[in-house]
């Protein structure tokens, strides 16, 4: 990312007087450096300057995040932890990714849990609402239930405390998928938002700066059952939204269904209010590839392509050339550690 430093700018005061007022030429070198280098990293961590990203969630080489810092993309979404369960990254992993320039975003669900994570043996039964569909290991929940916030504010808290700059947060499509009776879709709805509302309304309490991506369900901004009016408390709430399968289902399928033309559209209405979108395609043939970086960026999304498996760094220039090599696929929406 290109960026201006007028190096002789910060020392202007220093004109006054002379001989010793005067820097040697060695320090000037070196203060002009660090200069440079403070202002290159301020302006690659600028949010509405975000071209890139990339989206990891498991397999990171050794167990440490040391690729995907020396990568050359504006924003990383990882998980919390790096085995899927309780070896979380710490503050000083985090900071490292940062020192080059990057926002790197926590990934985690606030409304499903797996069966390998550190507070599934803590969650009441009665909360587990039945499988997801295709992930056997994985139980949506009652995300409204007061008794499933203290397991949210927990992973907000270990973001915060790592350093993350922000929160990627999946499984906002439990309210239109949990298998549950005499609660509407408009009121599931409406519970979710509150979710994401509290949760934003909790992390910048602690650090006004975090931010708030939510992925999938961007009819949460538009939907009728907001008397056709967009939803202030949702937009408001959030910094961004990812999008999955924009333009390609797993794998290299066109997303040319009614319901991906509509999160398109609605996520373009997000967009247009001002919030990043993160658009994440499911593709390995090099056509279908290169066909949905360009797409989406005629639209204005922020693309990565990759596969649905999401375990390793996929670059797109390495990718033109032949497809993903993955091994340990597996289908549906993401995913990691299953």
């Not at 043996?121 to 008794?147: C, H, I, M, N």
């Not at 509290?198 to 949460?220: D, G, H, M, W």
């Not at 009728?224 to 939204?241: F, R, S, V």
């Not at 290299?252 to 001002?274: F, H, Q, T, V, Y």
């Amino acid at each position: 990312m290109k960026r201006t430093c007028r190096c002789a700018s910060p020392f202007a005061g220093m004109r006054k007087g002379r001989a010793a007022r005067r820097l040697p030429r060695s320090a000037f070198v070196v203060a002009c450096g660090v200069l440079l280098l403070s202002s290159w990293a301020s302006a690659t961590r600028d949010w509405n300057s975000v071209k890139s990203f990339v989206y990891q969630l498991t397999n990171y080489n050794n167990g440490k995040l040391d690729e995907i810092a020396h990568s050359d993309f504006d924003l990383a979404v990882v998980d919390l932890t790096r085995d899927g369960n309780s070896d979380f990254f710490t503050r000083s992993e985090i900071e490292a990714v940062k020192k080059t320039g990057k926002i790197i975003l926590a990934y985690f669900e606030i409304a499903a849990i797996e069966d390998y994570r550190p507070e599934w043996k803590d969650t009441p039964q009665d909360l587990k609402a039945g499988a997801v569909s295709g992930w056997p290991k994985e139980q949506y929940v009652k995300f409204w239930d007061e008794r499933w916030w203290p397991v949210v504010q927990g992973r907000v808290d270990q973001a915060l405390k790592a350093g993350f700059d922000g929160a990627y947060m999946d499984m906002i499509t439990t309210y239109e998928e949990i298998p549950v009776k005499h609660v509407s879709r408009e009121e599931l709805a409406r519970r979710m938002v509150a979710l994401i509302c509290r949760i934003s309304k909790y992390a910048k309490s602690q650090n006004p700066a975090f931010k708030i991506v939510p992925q999938n369900s961007p009819e949460l901004y538009t939907w009728t059952p907001w008397n056709a009016k967009p939803n202030e408390d949702y937009i408001n709430a959030i910094d961004g939204i990812g999008i999955e399968s924009v333009f390609y289902l797993a794998h290299d399928k066109p997303a040319n269904k009614s319901w991906c033309k509509e999160n398109r559209d609605n996520a373009l209405a997000i967009k247009k209010a001002g919030k990043l979108v993160f658009g994440i395609d499911y593709a390995k043939k090099p056509e279908s590839i290169a066909d949905a970086y360009a797409r989406q960026r005629a639209i204005g999304f922020i693309p990565y392509v990759s596969v649905v498996a999401l375990d390793a760094v996929s670059r797109e220039d390495e990718t033109k050339q032949a497809p993903l090599k993955t091994t340990g696929e597996k289908q549906g929406r993401k995913k990691r550690n299953k």
